[in-house]
């Protein structure tokens, strides 16, 4: 006898066919969310829902003298208005970078804290470190998958036409095969 899962979103409580893989929504900053980041599925068309409902915002912590810094966010365009004396784009690109909160010697940076990239959350997002065999593994099992994910994030998408792609991720066997079936992008790459 076995066992079979069924999958439903948690905004709508629909179920989530076999074939359909969800959208992971994380939830960083909420009113009611207690202690930390929390992450829950939809439904594809309801996260595309939640993109598009969205709007371009800023997120700044204030910093009042004597007191603990308070984060707001608001609409972009509504702090934008806020730089009288010349736009906002001239003062962003002209103002110093922000000061780190100050951290004692006794206490570096976790690695609790770092992402891993060996994760479907996280694999293919571009970064500066090694790519691990885990991630090379994730993204040539998941690549539709995680170029969906890049795609919605605005990060770059992996290509099996890009040779620095190919060699990052191991990718040399999906490339052939891609350059294989479509003869004639291969050679017109070429010329």
Do not use: W
Request: aromatic share 4%.
């Amino acid at each position: 006898m076995g066992q079979k899962t069924v999958r439903f979103s948690d905004f709508s409580g629909q179920l989530i066919n076999d074939d359909e893989v969800p959208a992971r929504i994380v939830v960083t900053e909420h009113p009611e969310l207690a202690d930390s980041p929390v992450e829950i599925e939809a439904l594809v068309d309801e996260a595309r829902a939640i993109e598009k409902a969205g709007m371009p915002v800023a997120i700044v912590d204030i910093y009042f003298p004597g007191d603990l810094p308070r984060r707001v966010a608001m609409e972009a365009a509504a702090f934008d208005k806020l730089a009288t004396d010349k736009p906002m784009s001239e003062l962003l690109a002209a103002a110093r970078p922000a000061r780190r909160a100050p951290r004692s010697a006794a206490a570096p940076a976790a690695r609790e804290d770092r992402i891993n990239y060996g994760t479907l959350e996280h694999a293919g997002k571009p970064h500066k470190g090694k790519t691990t065999d885990a991630e090379k593994q994730l993204v040539l099992d998941h690549l539709d998958e995680i170029n969906e994910r890049l795609a919605a994030e605005n990060l770059r998408t992996i290509s099996l036409t890009d040779a620095e792609h190919v060699e990052r991720y191991g990718l040399e066997r999906l490339a052939e095969e891609q350059a294989s079936s479509f003869p004639g992008d291969r050679a017109s790459n070429a010329a």
